[in-house]
């Protein structure tokens, strides 16, 4: 075998949701929102220069208005492409012990690939039954500390107490906490930041700002664990984000009607969707975010996953231990939920009746 073969970095990638290309779906499998971004972006990409011209390698013009929209100031905003980029940079720059870094066994599922890539060492406290943290399996010798809340893919919202208390008792670890879905319930760690010097937290325009497509992401803590992030960027990459999404991205921040509006719309959607399907024999656990996390009483959830994907409707189905009978679905639209609920209602019905005969 080459020697060279020995020398290749090797890793097992993140697996993100089907992106389908087939038209007429129902998309409920990656926590996209169902309503477009702000109407004040029509337009901005007519502009040749927009494309012409490199970015503002600071992009300053979003961390600016990212830094009045949370009341801090503009050095303590990191952006990046798209969260999964700020919490990549974020590994980089922080998770660089040789203890373990520390997250729940039930996560976000780019955590331990990022670990594997930066070879980073990891431990991963088991959440308990109810899939809640247990907040004293943090309290341990650590090379650091990441989890979001609410949690992924359980929508579960830890209490800002319970945040505290882990931030508090790491003081000599940085505590990532990952808000990509805060805007949909729950009360954001943002103020702790001028508290503990040791927390950072990261956002998302993926979600709550409906701009996925666009890769926007952000990390906010203080002026040092910023520009650590800042210098280990300019290392890699001066020109992350490009013109149209810094300004699209500005534009989102100054609509702050529109953001919360369509916030509320997913939220009674979310709410009307988790009684219609518990009628039908589902349990969904508690959900601070634009998806539910869901299993039925007797019908496997792969079972349900297949058909609703033949029906053309796509949830997010996980084959992993403790989670292989729930699926995630993320809230649409009215219409959207009320097809899928119908598509349910009709399948649990001749399920029943297939399990009689
Ligand atoms: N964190 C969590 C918990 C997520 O579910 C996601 C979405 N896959 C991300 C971060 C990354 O989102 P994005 O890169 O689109 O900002």
Not at 61 to 71: I, N, T
Not at 142 to 170: M, Q, S
Not at 230 to 235: E, G, L, P
Request: charged letters at 25%; proline letters at 7%.
């Amino acid at each position: 075998m080459a020697a060279w073969k020995d020398n290749i970095r090797r890793v097992v990638p993140y697996v993100p949701g089907e992106q389908p290309k087939e038209p007429d779906i129902i998309k409920l499998n990656t926590n996209e929102n169902p309503y477009g971004p702000t109407p004040r972006i029509k337009g901005i990409s007519d502009d040749p220069d927009m494309l012409r011209l490199y970015p503002d390698p600071s992009i300053s013009l979003l961390v600016d208005e990212l830094a009045r929209y949370h009341g801090v100031d503009s050095s303590q905003i990191f952006v990046g492409v798209g969260s999964d980029d700020v919490l990549a940079m974020s590994f980089m720059t922080f998770f660089n012990s040789d203890k373990p870094i520390l997250f729940p066994d039930v996560t976000y599922s780019f955590y331990d690939v990022w670990a594997d890539l930066f070879r980073i060492p990891y431990e991963r406290p088991l959440l308990d039954d109810s899939f809640r943290l247990v907040k004293e399996d943090y309290y341990k010798d650590n090379g650091g500390i990441v989890f979001p809340n609410p949690n992924a893919p359980t929508g579960i919202y830890e209490p800002i107490e319970t945040i505290e208390d882990i931030v508090k008792n790491n003081q000599d670890s940085i505590v990532i906490i990952d808000e990509a879905y805060i805007d949909f319930g729950g009360e954001s760690a943002l103020p702790l930041i001028n508290k503990y010097d040791n927390l950072v937290i990261v956002r998302t325009f993926s979600k709550s700002r409906s701009m996925a497509g666009l890769r926007i992401g952000y990390a906010i803590s203080n002026p040092e664990l910023i520009k650590a992030l800042n210098d280990v960027k300019y290392s890699y990459n001066s020109y992350t984000m490009n013109r149209p999404s810094i300004i699209m991205g500005a534009e989102s921040v100054k609509d702050e009607e529109y953001f919360r509006n369509t916030i509320n719309m997913v939220i009674k959607t979310r709410e009307e969707f988790v009684e219609a399907v518990g009628a039908l024999g589902f349990s969904c656990l508690p959900s601070a975010t634009n998806f539910v996390f869901a299993k039925h009483e007797f019908i496997p959830a792969k079972d349900i996953f297949l058909a609703a994907k033949e029906a053309k409707i796509y949830v997010r189905y996980f084959d992993s231990p403790r989670i292989n009978n729930y699926l995630r679905i993320s809230i649409g639209t009215d219409e959207e939920m009320t097809t899928f609920v119908n598509f349910l209602k009709e399948f649990v019905s001749s399920y029943n009746k297939d399990s009689l005969n």
